[in-house]
């Protein structure tokens, strides 16, 4: 009689079905498949800074997605076990438990998270086999034309030879398994409240107003490409501060990996094929590049991506004066467009992209406040946090990362260039009432 193998994955920043490797792997290879998701307790705890990782909007956008995994799973009769607890604790109980044979899921880079697998995989059981993919990346780190510690330090470098001679892989589909792999799933996914947090409406003024998961990471792809054709303009109104549609709003979906990013390129391509090629077409994927070498960086650099000094290992004499940090946070500082920005962020989650960098070269440059806080900041309220394009982004405009010319923005020009009527500063100034 032939012995059933059982395949158990890991969901973790790859929340979809949808063109992801280790559970694409999974179903071809072996004959039963079981999903589990952990919310890590250790994420809702605060850091060193004083901040949850992670707060009520990334917490509620994520519920939204775990939910929407366990629906689409159960199209392909795979179950989906959710646990609120360690990922080391409940993983190799797991794989135990349901006589795992391998265990599937995406490689990571950082520090935290390969604790966390190294942990895992010293707890599995003899008999479970580890099999992970670096799936988070538009060009795999195997088909770039650079080893590893050779990644050039100026974007323009990278992206030239990337555009030349990387590849990138086809999208994956899943086939269905039986009906018989389905079973009974008796974790529930866990509440808000369950959480920590209280339930919550959202902003009306809210530029992302959109719900987690899967299924509306296509909707809004389908909308932004196909049924406005917004894609066309990108380029022109990428910078914009208020609306849906200045900007893909792709950046949530891709952070928890509901959607993958060569997904949005091959439908950029689909694009392009049906409504013509220009520079916003090209620039959404000039975008995805740089998410990508953000994510290369670190893989370069690794913890340097964490330190005070950056991957230039630079000394600058920061500050950490609670009065500034506070004024800053609550959108009292002298700067009115700073201000605008800040109550956005802790009134929605969200802040456009314009937004992100004149508010961190405040801190950074006009405040000269330890630039880690503030990116620890974003990591807790940015619905979109990804932690290598917010710590690169961070170190970029703060001096100690991989800008060659170590800018300053001029914030109040840059709020007479990007909101020159005020209708942005008066949107988000009237609720300063912290």
């Not at 899967?214 to 914009?240: V, W």
């Not at 800053?328 to 992100?356: C, H, P, Y």
């Amino acid at each position: 009689m032939q012995i059933k193998k059982t395949a158990v994955v890991w969901f973790t920043n790859n929340l979809r079905i949808e063109d992801n490797k280790p559970l694409y792997e999974a179903c071809a290879k072996y004959e039963n498949v079981i999903g589990v998701y952990c919310f890590n307790k250790s994420d809702f705890n605060k850091t060193q800074f004083g901040f949850k990782k992670i707060e009520k909007f990334r917490a509620k956008f994520l519920l939204e997605t775990v939910k929407d995994l366990s629906k689409n799973l159960l199209k392909l009769n795979i179950s989906l076990f959710t646990f609120f607890s360690l990922p080391e604790k409940i993983i190799p109980q797991f794989c135990c438990q349901h006589n795992a044979d391998v265990l599937f899921f995406q490689n990571e880079f950082t520090q935290e998270e390969l604790n966390t697998i190294k942990a895992i995989t010293q707890k599995l059981p003899k008999k479970t086999a580890v099999n992970s993919y670096y799936d988070q990346f538009l060009f795999r780190p195997e088909s770039i034309p650079f080893q590893i510690n050779d990644i050039p330090e100026i974007f323009t470098n990278f992206r030239k030879e990337i555009e030349k001679n990387a590849k990138v892989y086809n999208t994956l589909s899943i086939t269905s398994k039986a009906d018989s792999n389905f079973i009974k799933v008796d974790t529930p996914i866990p509440t808000l409240k369950d959480l920590g947090f209280q339930d919550f409406e959202l902003n009306t003024n809210t530029a992302f107003p959109f719900q987690g998961g899967e299924t509306n990471a296509y909707k809004r792809l389908n909308h932004y490409f196909f049924i406005s054709r917004k894609l066309s303009f990108y380029k022109k109104t990428r910078n914009g501060l208020l609306g849906i549609d200045y900007s893909s709003k792709f950046s949530p979906w891709l952070a928890n990996g509901s959607l993958s990013v060569r997904t949005i390129y091959w439908q950029v391509k689909k694009y392009e094929q049906e409504h013509g090629k220009n520079q916003s077409t090209y620039w959404m994927i000039f975008e995805l590049i740089w998410r990508d070498y953000f994510k290369f960086l670190s893989l370069k650099h690794q913890n340097n991506l964490f330190k005070l000094t950056g991957i230039k290992q630079l000394n600058y004499n920061w500050k950490r004066d609670a009065h500034l940090i506070r004024s800053w946070i609550d959108g009292k500082t002298s700067n009115q467009f700073v201000n605008a920005n800040m109550i956005e962020l802790k009134l929605t989650g969200w802040m456009s992209n314009r937004g992100r960098q004149n508010v961190a070269s405040f801190f950074a440059k006009d405040l000269l406040l330890d630039w880690r806080i503030g990116a620890a900041y974003f990591e807790s309220l940015l619905i979109d946090f990804d932690v290598h394009s917010n710590y690169g982004n961070w170190q970029y405009v703060s001096g100690v990362g991989n800008d060659p010319r170590n800018r300053k923005f001029n914030v109040q020009l840059q709020s007479q260039r990007y909101d020159a009527t005020g209708k942005y500063r008066s949107t988000w100034l009237q609720h300063n009432l912290f």
